[in-house]
């Protein structure tokens, strides 16, 4: 009898531990990681017009990882390469990205706008963010590989 009450009592524990939530929330892909800039794409408000890809010896690779963001661009023609760090948070649609501190043209860009917002696309092996005008309407995309 005690060996049947004890199995109860520890039924009882495990269910009471179990997760009965079925209201869960939709998961989507992390961004979490590190994405080489592998294209950019021009829109017409709905619609990729045109598709860029990036030059050979042209770099740009974002890390993202706990909330936070690093950015370098290297550009072979220019003498100064391009970092960026700070904040990002994202949803289901959008990434939100929040810059403190970069290098000498980050930090005079910086001195009119800190957070960029972006239409995210994002699955598992791939991200673009997508900028938008006024009006919503799509403009230009960052299109981004993982590559860890």
């Known amino acids: 009898m005690k060996k049947i009450f004890a199995l109860l009592v ?11 939530n079925s209201d869960k929330k939709t998961s989507f892909h992390t961004i979490e990681g590190t994405w080489e800039l ?5 829109y017409d408000g709905v619609n990729v017009t045109d598709t860029v890809l990036a030059t050979d010896g042209y770099r740009q690779v974002k890390m993202y990882y706990n909330g936070k963001i690093m950015w370098s661009r290297y550009v072979p023609k220019d003498k100064i390469a391009r970092f960026g ?3 990002y948070i994202i949803t289901e ?3 939100i990205e929040t810059i403190e501190f970069g290098d000498n043209q980050m930090m005079q860009a910086l001195d009119t706008m800190r957070v960029f917002t972006f239409e995210l696309q994002l699955d ?9 005008d006024e009006e ?4 230009f995309s ?3 590989k993982r590559i860890d």
């Open 10 to 20: 520890l039924m009882l524990i495990l269910i009471s531990a179990s997760d009965f």
């Open 124 to 132: 598992n092996d791939s991200y673009s963010q997508i900028s938008q």
């Open 85 to 87: 760090y700070g904040s």
């Open 136 to 139: 919503g309407n799509r403009t």
């Open 93 to 95: 649609d959008e990434l």
């Open 38 to 42: 592998k294209s950019f794409y021009n």
């Open 142 to 144: 960052e299109n981004y």
